[in-house]
């Protein structure tokens, strides 16, 4: 693994250092407040590593502000306590001035596990954590707390489960469109109804893309955060950026507003979707289940290849 982001441009450079200092900063600072903060495995609690994964790891980042291209910065952070991974007590506060730091130019995107967890996963040979320990960037480590080594995963066991978790959850991406049409012929004229609709239909989004990740990958992670998961997943194929285009701000606009119907759909007074809108999210969500049903399907078929089951 590299030990720094020396291929990248001065300013991304620059913008990481930004990042890793607010993460680590906002870590101690967390670790020392509320509750509990005697407590031998909050105040032995460490950041082991930060490691950039996904495009701007390899050489492949879009960086095209003005079309709406931007690729986000993912980052793993890995901690050496399972209660240290909580977003909530931990790095809500540093992801929220990331986000509104103006040193930093483009999204960040935070995965927290301990060190057993994603050595246990390399173990398993998931793929996901695989690509990371092979491409990824340590911003940040403490010496003395190396990964275990991937173990390859049988093609026979990866094509059983890929095929297993897309019959689980392809089903559930369809369950939530079909939730938002019952609720759409209750009539769009009402906000409830509207509201309801735009939940369903980030609940589908989120679906499919666990359902493209889970495939793909053998990895999903614990947000609703779906321009987050659009990231993970358009990194892994850039044939799902169809599902969304973004050249136009009102469809870039639109994205948001599912974005934020997880939370504000449900509890937020203000919170409005336009038929117009709704109509246009649900074709896209359609579109993103169509797409990911097929490119999963040619995943599998060619693990099954791969695995010689003919």
């Known amino acids: 693994m590299r030990s720094h982001p020396d291929h990248l441009p001065e300013r991304q450079q620059r913008e990481l250092e930004r990042v890793r200092d607010i993460l ?28 950039l ?12 502000p003005e079309n709406g291209y931007l690729s986000d910065f993912d980052l793993l952070i890995v901690v050496n306590h399972e209660k240290l991974t909580n977003i909530a007590d931990y790095w809500w506060t540093s992801e929220d001035q990331i986000l509104r730091d ?14 057993q967890d994603v050595n246990d996963a390399l173990r398993r040979g998931e793929y996901f954590w695989s690509d990371i320990v092979r491409d990824g960037i340590a911003l940040y480590e403490i010496p003395g707390h190396p990964f275990a080594s991937p173990k390859p995963i049988t093609a026979q066991d990866a094509f059983v489960m890929a095929e297993r978790h897309f019959a689980e959850t392809l089903p559930a991406i369809d369950r939530a469109l079909r939730t938002a049409d019952l609720q759409a012929a209750e009539g769009l004229e009402q906000l409830g109804w509207r509201k309801d609709v735009a ?13 493209f990740l889970l495939v793909h990958t053998f990895y999903f992670p614990r947000s609703h955060n779906i321009k987050f998961l659009r990231s993970l997943a358009e990194d892994v194929d850039t044939g799902l950026v169809e599902a969304w285009p973004r050249e136009n701000r009102f469809d ?7 974005k934020r119907a997880y939370v504000e759909a ?45």
């Open 24 to 51: 680590l900063a906002g870590f101690e600072a967390a670790k020392h407040s509320g509750g509990g903060a005697n407590s031998g495995w909050r105040r032995g609690g460490q950041v082991l590593k930060i490691i």
């Open 53 to 64: 994964f996904g495009s701007y790891a390899r050489t492949d980042w879009v960086d095209e």
């Open 102 to 115: 103006p040193g930093v130019g483009r999204m960040v995107n935070l995965i927290v596990h301990d060190m």
């Open 199 to 211: 939940f369903s239909l980030h609940q589908a989004v989120e679906r499919a893309y666990a359902c």
């Open 252 to 258: 870039r606009r639109r994205f948001e507003l599912l």
């Open 266 to 310: 449900r509890y937020s007074d203000q919170y409005d979707a336009s038929v117009e809108d709704l109509e246009w999210l649900m074709a896209r969500a359609r579109r993103l289940r169509d797409l990911v049903a097929d490119l999963c399907g040619l995943r599998i078929a060619a693990l099954k290849a791969k695995a010689d089951l003919g």
